[in-house]
């Protein structure tokens, strides 16, 4: 039974009043489903309800090229060519390849109804969900095969850790299958439960969203990789999850609810609201860019792509003393002080560049920062077992 249900528009207005900077990704309004990076060396794939959208990281212009159905997922195939997963129950359902060059479309099998393709990084699988038929996988993107244990199970969503795969799916019942060995086994978990969304922290919990309006919906979780899951919190119209490069969680729903982050120690229901500045509150994806070591946290909406570098000065703002940096701004030393005894110290440009690591062992440490360039730094805090990151400001 539900217990409790949050979410009403007066607390969404009664918790806002911080400002964050929102960057949409490109100039184009599209229904942005999945931001997908390392697909190409020069562009970030957005997938959308009409097609795809080429994002050049260099110039920041968008192109856009469709072949007339929803883009499910996308993924790296050859230097000049992705795989994508598209359809919406037409003839034309299936995975193709999208030539870089030519723009052009090549269907490499007819699958109906995609959901979702899933390229296992360990591996190097490549695996396509269908609402009519099951899983589908590939060794090397052309050769396509049904997995036994799927026939005639629609998948919806899948995610991975390491070994470790967890795909959602329907029979009799909707369930959710596990494999800790790569796809070679799958098994059932303990417990059934409807997830729409799933996403793996860095240290291996899994968090699902159950979503719509039910007496089960709101987070989940699950500590041994899909197999026993337990109820977090209930709530309505989630639709996301997601994690930033420090391992916090973020949830994102539709209905104009927006996004926040999560955290479990707090007093219930631990969230802080980070829509003030984001254009569009219908939240479809929360991700973060792999080879961003700086904090940047990107919402896929029903209106395009956001991100966000400041995103975690809300989380923060009720931690602000427990850690201080002076003087700020600086020009040549400056002092770092804790009230919690410090690990590790990373600096980073605003771009994301990595300039410093250093181990600490104490609750004060010192900086020379007059080797560097005037501008704005961000200075990430290890600090027994969490994490804090400041606005760094050199002159």
Known sequence: MKKFTILLPTFLIWVSGFAYTWNQIGTVQMNA???????????????????LYLYNITTHETEFYTYGLPIKGAAYFEPYKILVAMGDGSYSDGIWTFDLQTHQFEVVEWVIEPNFLYRDELTGTYWVGSDWSGLYKSQDGLNWEEDINFLA???????????????????????????????ETWNASEIFTVISDMSFCPNGLLYGV??????SSGLWKSADFGNTWQIVFYANNMRAVGFDCFGNPFLGWKENL???SFDASAPPPGLTWLNEGLPNLNVNKIQVNPTMSAPALFVCTEAGVYVSQDYWLGIDENQQNMISISP?????????????RMKSLKLSSISGIEIL???????????????????????????????????LVVE
């Open 33 to 51: 489903t999945k931001i997908c990076f390392g697909v190409t060396f020069s562009d970030w794939v957005i997938c959308s309800d009409d097609g």
């Open 328 to 340: 700020n701004p600086a020009t040549e030393n400056l002092t770092v002080k804790s009230e919690i």
């Open 210 to 215: 159950y979503p719509d309006n039910s007496n």
């Open 357 to 391: 690591t250093m181990k600490v062992n104490g609750n004060q440490q010192q900086l020379d920062v007059s080797h560097l360039e005037a501008g704005i730094y961000f200075l990430e805090i290890e600090a027994e077992g969490r994490f804090f990151v400041r606005k």
């Open 153 to 183: 199970k629609p998948c919806g969503t899948m995610t991975g850790y390491g070994e470790h795969l967890v795909v959602t799916a329907i029979a009799n019942l909707s369930n959710i299958y596990w494999s800790d060995d790569s796809g």
């Open 258 to 260: 927006g996004i926040a």
